[in-house]
């Protein structure tokens, strides 16, 4: 927790969502108008973006992992004291909240979802960051000479799984989405099916460092809850691809370079 005149307290991982936004805000403006939007909207459009991604992620989590809890006591949701933000339901929320102002501003969403889905990399990296620091969502138990022992773990040497998320989800999955975005010639909306496709497979792989929610275990045929959800991502963005892909044969013309 960051303490500022023995009075303001800001917790890591929301001064690392504060970040995260914000480099998302200098990564977009540069290239904003070539969407039909201006620099003033833009700030609209990442606070009311960002609004979508923290009840997404709230409303995921409650509902993902809490789901119990939820039906005996639906007051849990708002008991954000207690924590918990899903990226998957954050994902979705931001979506939902893009679609939105688009429709509101008469923007393309293909477009305006290209533009936006190579700055996410870096928020998720100083995400992950803010896990690490909060020494949360720890890894499995380990014996390589970097394991780490967690404060509140049972005290067992385990992998820094979050420093992997941090170099997968944030720096590989940043240059993978970069060198899509600057190929010469892409379909209209494909950087969001890419996004899709790869954080999913980053992130499958990765859970396998990372220990299991201790409430939910194993969900099924020795998978994650966040590997079975990745394993939903994937599919889903191969069937965007597919989409994208066969709209291009039909209509050559939305080709577009960046």
């Given at each position: 927790m960051i303490v500022i005149a023995n009075f303001v307290r800001i917790r890591w991982y929301g001064f690392m969502y504060l970040v995260g936004f914000f480099i998302a805000w200098l990564g977009i403006r540069g290239r904003v108008q070539s969407v039909g939007l201006s620099r003033e909207q833009l700030l609209d459009y990442i606070s009311f973006v960002a609004f979508g991604i923290l009840i997404g992620g709230r409303v995921g989590y409650v509902m993902i992992y809490q789901c119990s809890t939820f039906i005996a006591d639906p007051m849990v949701l708002f008991a954000i004291w207690n924590g918990g933000m899903s990226f998957h339901g954050a994902l979705l929320g931001g979506l939902v909240a893009l679609l939105l102002f688009c429709k509101q501003h008469k923007i393309s969403c293909a477009s305006m979802i290209d533009l936006t889905m190579p700055v996410v990399a870096p928020g998720l990296f100083f995400g992950r960051l803010g896990n690490f620091i909060n020494g949360e969502l720890w890894g499995r138990v380990?014996?390589?000479?970097?394991?780490?022992?967690?404060?509140?773990?049972?005290?067992?040497?385990?992998?820094?799984?979050?420093?992997?998320?941090?170099?997968?989800?944030?720096?590989?999955?940043?240059?993978?989405?970069?060198?899509?975005?600057?190929?010469?010639?892409?379909?209209?909306?494909?950087?969001?099916?890419?996004?899709?496709?790869?954080?999913?497979?980053?992130?499958?792989?990765?859970?396998?460092?990372?220990?299991?929610?201790?409430?939910?275990?194993?969900?099924?045929?020795?998978?994650?809850?966040?590997?079975?959800?990745?394993?939903?991502m994937m599919i889903s963005g191969s069937i965007w691809l597919a989409i994208v892909y066969r709209q291009q044969i039909k209509h050559p013309l939305t080709w577009v370079t960046d």
């Open positions: 380990s014996n390589v000479p970097w394991a780490m022992v967690f404060p509140r773990s049972d005290g067992l040497p385990r992998h820094p799984s979050q420093l992997y998320e941090m170099l997968g989800e944030g720096v590989l999955l940043y240059l993978v989405m970069s060198w899509h975005r600057h190929r010469t010639q892409h379909a209209a909306g494909h950087l969001g099916a890419w996004f899709l496709l790869h954080y999913g497979w980053i992130r499958f792989v990765l859970e396998y460092f990372r220990e299991p929610d201790t409430h939910l275990g194993f969900v099924m045929a020795g998978l994650s809850m966040g590997q079975c959800l990745c394993a939903l």
